[in-house]
Structure formats: structure tokens, C-alpha cells
């Protein structure tokens, strides 16, 4: 029997009201696996004694509401606006977080008429930062600005350069980042990284480095080294994006083995050096989220065209 077909019987067994259709689009959005944790397609045959995980989506709640949140604007003009997105925002509603999120704080800063652009439940969003990630992150206020930037973004030719502070620092003369699969190394001293990157196979809300993952690139540059020249304790690295995917940065950061200062997710702790100023050891301890920055957004104006 078909996937679909077979999981659609199953569900209808349990009282589940769920179309065979809308399990086909579950599957094809990678949010069922199987006994071998492969790639899943709906038309692929199921055995029996196969045991696959089904994660339905999220029921659609209210729309957002406008919340008189202060903004950091950057630029503004009647077709978008770039924001500097403080750490601890998240950029739209989400089961948990339902309410400040900067969407509700741009339709009160933009009015009622953004919610006609894009998703109606993410109004003039066409790409997002992670929630304790800072930076620049640009917004639609119009249809044709909104068209025109997410045409850009699924092109790749949105020029985003990150600052992230790394545990250690990465070098390219050491045989162990050599060797570490998907690291090469460019004429100009960046490190790139190109790995496929999925879901966690156990942990769904973790993305982990996967070869049937989607191609994710990264090239990050070593900026400044802090701490003794032989062992430093941590680095300001430049990272910018070939692809967009979810936690690419963390996730290729620890892949190599120097995760960002104050990731609670993909981090490993670190005792730094003792020898440190007690501030400092203990600013480094006890950074309480990723250390990341947006600090580059540069794409042409959908509508007038500059740079």
C-alpha cells in the first residue's frame, strides 16, 4: 500500500479527520518520518511492521492584532521598511509566543493595510531571524514589494552577512577542520561549508547537518581572535549566507567544532581560561543566548530598483 494511503486508513482508525490529499502534502513537507529516519515520499510502499511519526500542524489560531511596541527603523519608505530586530523578539506568531512579536508591532507601526501583504498570519514577512538572533531584517508594506523581495530570497541574491562570537577559533592550518566533511577553504581565507541540513531525527525542533538534508552553504571568516595566539578562547567570525536555511549558521558552526557563545541549543559549555579577567570569564559563562548579529542586508529595491 501506498504511504499516503496507508497513513490517511490509519488516522481515519484513530478518529482522525485528515484527508489523503493533505497526508501527501504532510509528507512532502518533511514532517513524517519512517523506520529508517530516510527521505519519505507519499507514492513509496509501506511493509509491514513499519512504525512511521505523523507531526500534524498547528491548527490555525486568531489572526495577530497590532501591539504599540517601539521599533528600531533603519529605513523606511511607502514599499518597506528595515527594522533592527532587538535579541528576545520573535518576528511572528507561534504556538507559545503569541503575542509582541514584531508582526504585531508593525501593523501598529504600518496600519491596517499590511495585513493584504503576504501570509495573513505573518503580514509583510519574507524572511526571518531567530528569536535571540539581533539585526537587520527587512518587511513588506506593499504587494508588489512583497513579491519582489521573496523572488530574491528564493533566488539567493540577497547579500546577508552575519558577526557571530565562536568558541576557539577556527584555523584554517589545522588538520582536524580540514578533514571535517563539507569544509573547503576559498583563495581569499574564508572557510566554506556546504552540508545538507534537516530536521533532527529524534528532536524536531533542532536541525542537524544530514545528507538528505537541503543544500545549506556558509563561508565565515575569522575577524579577530581573543584570548593566548596558540589557544584563543573565542573569535569575532564574519559569516554570510549562499542559502537561508533554519539555524544554518549555528548548526555549521558546531558541525566544525566552535559553536557560538551562548547557544542553549547546538553550543557545547566551555570552562574559558582561568587566567581570564573574572568579567570576562564570567560575561562568557553566562551569555545567555546565540551570539549572532545581522549585521549586513543588502537587495535591489523591488520596486524602484536601487541597490
Known amino acids: 500500500m501506498r504511504l499516503d494511503r496507508a497513513l490517511a486508513d490509519a488516522a481515519a482508525a484513530a478518529g482522525l479527520d ?8 504532510i509528507i512532502a513537507g518533511g514532517a513524517v518520518t519512517g523506520p529508517r529516519n530516510a527521505t519519505l515520499a507519499p507514492a513509496q510502499k509501506v511493509r509491514a511492521g513499519d512504525c512511521y511519526r505523523l507531526l500534524l500542524p498547528q491548527e490555525a489560531g486568531p489572526l495577530p492584532g497590532p501591539e504599540p511596541i517601539p521599533l528600531s527603523v533603519l529605513f523606511e519608505d511607502e514599499d518597506l521598511i528595515v527594522i533592527d530586530k532587538p535579541p528576545g523578539m520573535v518576528v511572528h506568531p507561534a504556538p507559545g509566543a503569541e503575542r509582541g512579536t514584531l508582526v504585531n508591532a508593525l501593523l501598529a507601526h504600518c496600519g491596517e493595510g499590511l495585513r493584504n501583504v503576504g501570509d495573513p498570519a505573518r503580514p509583510g514577512i519574507v524572511h526571518r531571524l531567530d528569536k535571540d538572533t539581533s539585526g537587520l531584517l527587512v518587511a513588506a508594506k506593499t504587494e508588489a ?6 523572488a530574491q530570497f528564493a533566488a539567493h541574491t540577497v547579500e546577508r552577512c552575519y558577526l557571530a562570537l ?15 566533511d563539507g569544509v573547503s577553504f576559498g583563495p581569499s581565507g574564508e572557510i566554506r561549508v556546504e552540508t545538507g541540513i534537516g530536521r533532527h531525527r529524534t528532536d524536531r525542533k533542532r536541525m542537524s547537518v544530514s545528507p538528505s538534508g537541503k543544500r ?15 589557544h584563543p578562547i573565542c573569535s569575532l567570525v564574519e559569516c ?12 555549521h558552526a558546531s558541525h566544525i567544532g566552535h559553536a557560538l557563545i551562548g547557544d542553549q541549543v547546538y553550543g557545547r559549555n566551555r570552562i574559558p581560561s ?5 568579567e570576562i570569564r564570567t560575561a ?8 549572532l548579529l545581522a549585521a549586513k542586508l543588502g537587495f535591489q529595491h523591488p520596486v524602484s530598483g536601487r541597490k
Do not use: C
Open 18 to 25: 485528515i484527508s489523503r490529499s493533505r497526508i501527501s502534502q
Open 216 to 230: 545549506a552553504v556558509t563561508y565565515m571568516k575569522v575577524r579577530e581572535r581573543f584570548g593566548p595566539a596558540e
Open 274 to 278: 582561568r587566567t581570564l579577567q573574572p
Open 166 to 180: 565562536l568558541w576557539g577559533a577556527p584555523d584554517r592550518a589545522n588538520p582536524r577542520l580540514a578533514g571535517i
Open 284 to 291: 562568557l559563562l553566562n551569555f545567555s543566548r546565540q551570539a
Open 145 to 150: 514589494a512583497y513579491d519582489g523581495l521573496a
Open 240 to 251: 554570510r549566507l549562499e542559502t537561508g536555511r533554519t539555524h544554518q549558521i549555528r548548526v
